[in-house]
């Protein structure tokens, strides 16, 4: 007896799931190989901080750091597909662990608060969920972003597409700034009108994009 055809969401999922784990070891493997095994530490600490904060991709223009900013933004870009990933794959067998079910609950719980603050989130579906996380506000991220995609009906594939898409604008944004500022570093120290004209456009561009955004998630489906 033949066992029961998988859906094709399912299956493209698990197809694209193995390709992200396969390509990010033989990246681990490649890096080991070029560098000594004591420089594992250092990427598990930089792996970390990124996780944390993405604020963390502009220590990439530290002297001291062993990575620049590109670098790191690929690496955090990375762990936030790792982290879609396995919420996709395993939410059932998360939620029966005592802490991290607990973890995913509240997750879940913020996930819902998104979604009755932002109802425009179900038309947009996709993009939306994609700004979401590329946006640095309260209730983003890879995690909150997967558990709203699958809330509003997205396909396994469609949310972990849309967190690739809103987390890589995010990092390439961060990565890119950092590069800014670390090239003109010395002149933005010496004008400080500079730096201060520099911060006003950026925030003011960002205040912008997301007043516009913000106008759409808020209209109901």
């Not at 990933?85 to 607990?102: D, K, M, Q, Y």
């Not at 879940?108 to 700004?131: D, K, M, Q, S």
Request: proline share 5%; with cysteine; aromatic share 10%.
């Amino acid at each position: 007896m033949e066992p029961p055809a998988q859906p094709t969401d399912l299956v493209r999922f698990r197809l694209t799931a193995l390709a992200v784990l396969s390509a990010s070891l033989a990246a681990l493997i490649a890096y080991a190989a070029l560098h000594e095994l004591a420089a594992l530490s250092e990427l598990v600490v930089a792996a970390a901080a990124v996780f944390f904060s993405k604020l963390a991709i502009f220590g990439g223009n530290l002297p001291q750091s062993r990575f620049n900013p590109w670098e790191l933004g690929l690496l955090a870009w990375t762990i936030d597909l790792w982290v879609s990933c396995a919420l996709l794959a395993g939410i059932a067998s998360f939620e029966r662990l005592p802490l991290a079910g607990r973890a995913l609950a509240e997750a879940h719980g913020r996930a819902g608060a998104t979604l009755r603050e932002y109802p425009g989130l179900r038309r947009l579906a996709f993009w939306g969920i994609a700004v979401l996380v590329f946006l640095p506000i309260p209730g983003s991220g890879a995690v909150t972003g997967t558990l709203v995609g699958r809330l509003v009906g997205l396909s396994r594939l469609g949310t972990l597409a849309s967190i690739a898409a809103g987390a890589g604008a995010a990092v390439a944004s961060y990565a890119a700034v950092a590069v800014f500022l670390g090239s003109r570093w010395e002149a933005l120290a010496s004008n400080p009108l500079s730096w201060v004209a520099s911060l006003l456009v950026l925030v003011g561009l960002l205040w912008w994009f997301w007043h516009r955004v913000r106008s759409e998630l808020l209209k109901q489906s």
